[in-house]
């Protein structure tokens, strides 16, 4: 037998994981619970069909792998992963590893690794961004699992990631559920910075009356900027695509109402479970939510008037909206990154905060030019926020105008701008050394006598509230 690799669940993304290992070098045998599935891959291998061995049952699949094997499995994230576990588990010998690359939730991951303690198999969970042609090319890896399995498969794992300046983007986050914890951030940052995108699309159509043209020119040219990153890129890409049925541009003719599989929503529920402050997160999830809210929204245009309303000429231009989307970014990945510096402390992972920054750069969905800089910041400023740790200060410095400027505008205009506002309104609140929480204090005092601190020091248990010479 030549494979020591074998891959289970021949979707889109299995398939197209299974070419890059076998392309490679790694013989590696394949499965599909649908046969014809494999069939139909076999028939697509080409030149890799050398090094790709089908399996038509478990068994086969199995026999078919060298021991130890590794196993990866990619199939539908929930209980399809637990069947699986549960069908191959009795095939398995000690030293085998179950590996979970699919968008597993991280606290599943967490039970199945406590799950496979004395069982025959070994179990661990990665996560792996970039879609299909990042399976197929080089995906950004995020593994969750111990040193010794990480040594055992982190080889493949690199040869088959992207590369940034010939590094792999494939990188051991910490044990267990850390892999796809880091994941499920990614994709909140993803879902925050499409939908930034998705605000100054909508400042520039609705409020610019840009026509797609000029709009895919506009993220044409931020691409070449401080900007560049894949999420720009697509975007001019599709704001510049031509609608094959009704001719006129793409966008105009798709639906406004945004789906989702769930990992963004997860993203804010941990954020929550942390107390950690991720506002530009949560402002994306709560923003696909409401999109999808398609006859209540036009009928609170009936009701009470339509938004939004076109912006006053020169009110903004394109140099303000790409200095309020460089502000904007930088206050949102500062939020995730610290979600992931509190939720590293909170479970004892030591994630290493340069390191997730660097295997990002490429591969990811959300991979950008601005990471590489973040890589450095976070080295060099380690369990500093972002916005104090330079570039990102200076940046922050000089973009935050712009932000405010592109928030008033928009709010003036009812053009919904919920990420950058809550961007803009979690750094106002960072810079406020005197809030307004002393009245929340008060408050719960009043009612619950949960007692407060003073600002001098002094004793203050309760009250005076309750008593009666206070009024
Ligand atoms: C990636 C993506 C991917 C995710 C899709 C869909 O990193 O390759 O994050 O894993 O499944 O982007 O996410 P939604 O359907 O929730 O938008």
Redesign the pocket.
């Given at each position: 037998n030549l494979a020591h690799f074998g891959l289970i669940g021949l979707g889109t993304m299995g398939a197209a994981l299974a070419q890059n290992i076998a392309e490679k070098g790694y013989p590696i045998a394949v499965y599909n619970r649908t046969t014809s599935v494999t069939d139909e891959f076999m028939a697509n291998a080409g030149d890799l069909a050398p090094r790709l061995i089908p399996a038509k049952s478990l068994e086969e699949l199995v026999a078919a792998i060298t021991p130890p094997r590794a196993i990866i499995l990619m199939v539908p994230a929930g209980p399809v992963v637990d069947q699986q576990i549960e069908a191959l588990s009795p095939l398995l010998q000690d030293g085998d590893l179950i590996i979970d690359a699919g968008?597993a939730n991280y606290a599943d991951t967490e039970r199945r690794d406590r799950q496979s303690e004395g069982e025959t198999y070994d179990f661990m969970g990665i996560g792996?961004?970039?879609?299909e042609e990042?399976a197929r090319h080089g995906?950004?890896i995020m593994v969750g699992g111990k040193p010794a399995q990480w040594d055992r498969v982190g080889e493949m794992l690199r040869a088959i990631s992207a590369k940034y300046d010939g590094e792999p983007c494939a990188a051991l986050m910490g044990p267990g559920g850390a892999g796809h914890f880091v994941?499920m951030v990614?994709?909140g940052i993803?879902?925050a910075d499409m939908q930034m995108i998705a605000e100054t699309y909508a400042l520039m159509r609705d409020g610019m009356g840009f026509d797609a043209t000029r709009i895919a020119e506009t993220f044409e040219a931020w691409n070449k900027g401080p900007l560049a990153s894949y999420l720009i890129e697509i975007s001019g890409k599709v704001a510049r695509a031509v609608d094959p049925i009704a001719g006129g541009p793409m966008l105009d003719a798709i639906l406004d109402a945004?789906?989702?599989?769930?990992?963004?929503r997860w993203t804010v529920i941990e954020a929550q479970k942390l107390a950690v402050a991720i506002p530009v997160i949560e402002a994306a999830v709560v923003a696909r939510n409401l999109s999808a809210q398609v006859a209540a929204r036009a009928r609170g245009a009936d009701v009470f008037g339509a938004m939004p309303q076109s912006l006053p000429k020169d009110a903004l231009d394109t140099d303000t909206l790409e200095a309020a989307l460089i502000a904007g970014k930088i206050l949102c990945y500062a939020q995730g990154f610290d979600m992931l510096g509190r939720a590293s402390e909170e479970f004892g992972w030591k994630l290493p905060m340069p390191e997730i920054a660097r295997i990002w750069r490429n591969g990811?969905?959300?991979r950008s030019e601005m990471l590489n800089d973040m890589a450095s910041a976070l080295a060099a400023n380690p369990g500093e926020n972002l916005i104090f740790a330079d570039p990102f200060t200076r940046l922050v410095k000089e973009n935050e105008a712009a932000l405010r400027k592109v928030v008033i505008a928009a709010t003036g205009a009812g053009i919904a701008v919920p990420a950058l506002a809550a961007g803009l309104s979690w750094f106002d609140a960072m810079r406020t050394p005197r809030g307004s929480a002393n009245m929340i204090q008060a408050q719960r005092d009043f009612f619950g006598a949960h007692g407060y601190k003073r600002l001098d020091g002094k004793d203050a248990p309760h009250g005076p509230w309750w008593d009666k010479t206070a009024g």
């Open positions: 968008n792996v961004s970039g879609g990042g995906p950004s994941k990614h994709n993803e879902y945004a789906g989702q599989k769930g990992t963004g990811c969905i959300i």
